[in-house]
């Protein structure tokens, strides 16, 4: 590649970068004006990874500039550094979410989930307490389940309807513990479960309580997550062959960088 179109290429991109750095940290500022402390809790996340992109940006977008070979030195070792923990990332999603999936019952259209199905990785997370304490607290505030009743007015309407992970696990008991359906949001407890399974007696007509504390809605949330997990992994393989090229551009502009250094001395 020449050395006039590998710096030009090197150029543009970085100052793209750094205008989405920009927008990311703008998005991170837009979160911290939240009140609700999940969206909030991400806005040093958020904040850091749009000054890190800013950085290698700012350093690629000089030494494509300047044609300075000891900056796009680092911004080389910098991208090169991103590509590993990409790769790395991505073969430990694909691996993490490997396991779980849904169970098929009769009379639904949607699946329902248990806990021991999926990896211990994810094990591991929901049932630490502070972990779930944080979550079960984002579940709540989401009005997720308190939704239902005002989306299926009617019995028919929510025993036809095709619920989510996190609503089938978190806003109603398990299949098997035989609770008769009221309406969407109210189960007749009354009843005596025909399922000795834990999560019968943990549930509970409350809009704070419902089965937040059941393993099925950890099971729905871990769901949840292997989905996103994956999306994320197949966005991140995407990514790794976009700045892989980005990467062999950038070693044309060092080198050429180089070659004008050595001729100028």
Same mark, same amino acid.
């Given at each position: ?113 248990? /806990? ?18 944080? /979550? ?100 991140? /393989?995407? /990514? ?26």
């Amino acid at each position: 590649m020449g050395m006039g179109t590998s710096n030009f290429v090197i150029r543009w991109i970085n100052f793209l970068t750094m205008l989405l750095a920009i927008a990311v940290a703008i998005f991170g500022v837009w979160m911290s004006t939240h009140h609700d402390g999940c969206r909030k809790s991400l806005t040093l996340p958020v904040l850091g990874l749009g000054g890190f992109i800013f950085l290698v940006s700012m350093i690629g977008f000089l030494g494509a500039l300047k044609k300075n070979a000891i900056l796009l030195w680092i911004y080389l070792i910098l991208l090169c550094m991103i590509l590993v923990a990409i790769l790395v990332f991505t073969v430990l999603a694909f691996i993490i979410t490997n396991n779980g999936s849904g169970h098929n019952v009769s009379g639904l259209r949607y699946k329902e989930y248990q /806990l021991k199905d999926y990896s211990s990785w994810f094990l591991k997370q929901l049932n630490n307490t502070d972990n779930w304490k944080r /979550l079960k607290s984002c579940l709540v505030k989401s009005e997720d389940c308190n939704n239902l009743a005002k989306q299926y007015k009617t019995l028919k309407q929510y025993k036809m309807a095709k619920l989510t992970p996190i609503e089938a696990g978190c806003c109603r008991p398990p299949s098997e513990c035989g609770y008769p359906v009221v309406n969407a949001s109210y189960y007749d407890l009354s009843f005596h479960p025909v399922s000795s399974n834990e999560d019968c007696k943990l549930y509970k007509n409350s809009r704070v309580v419902k089965c937040y504390n059941c393993d099925s809605c950890k099971a729905g949330v871990a769901q949840y997550m292997k989905t996103e997990w994956r999306v994320v992994a197949i966005f991140n /393989l995407a /990514l790794f062959v976009v700045l892989s090229i980005i990467y062999f551009v950038g070693c044309c502009a060092r080198r050429n960088a180089g070659r004008t250094r050595q001729c100028k001395v």
